[in-house]
């Protein structure tokens, strides 16, 4: 991956793009679910490419930063966590530095969405206690145990 590397250089210099473009990574994964549905839906659409247009990720940086986040996550990040060790002389100092900003903003997207508190799928707003799923069984259960 060093072709990578190298042509994304300058990208590896602008390290609050890359913070944004880390978390906007992780929403697109939160929204993944949503999307799917609304491009299937599109094929039924009046307008099925407006349709599109509106499912695509909402990515406001050039692929490049995309592109380094995704090679740093999967080379090197998932294999640290994996427990596989990589010594100092095998990262560069770009590699070393987006680590960084990938666990900065894992922290960041956990802050924003929390577990939901019935079933543990990640809530959309910060505020939010317990997903719909879990708000609506709840519902029923308090009417079941009225009724009864
Ligand atoms: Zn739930």
């Not at 913070?19 to 697109?28: F, G, K, P, Y």
């Not at 900065?104 to 997903?131: I, M, Q, T, V, Y």
Request: some cysteine; overall charge negative.
């Amino acid at each position: 991956m060093i072709a990578v590397s190298q042509t994304l250089f300058a990208v590896s210099q602008d390290g609050e793009g890359l913070r944004t473009a880390a978390l906007e990574l992780m929403e697109d994964a939160l929204d993944a679910p949503q999307r799917e549905a609304n491009e299937k839906f599109a094929d039924y659409s009046a307008d099925p490419e407006q349709m599109r247009a509106a499912a695509a990720p909402q990515r406001t940086l050039s692929p490049g930063y995309y592109m380094w986040l995704g090679y740093v996550a999967e080379a090197i990040a998932e294999p640290l966590e994996a427990g596989i060790a990589f010594r100092d002389a095998d990262l560069g100092a770009d590699e070393i530095m987006t680590l960084g900003i990938l666990s900065e903003a894992r922290a960041k997207f956990r802050r924003l969405h929390p577990p939901c508190s019935g079933c543990g799928k990640l809530l959309r707003n910060e505020w939010d206690k317990s997903c719909n799923d879990c708000q609506r069984a709840a519902a029923a259960h308090g009417r079941a145990g009225r009724g009864s």
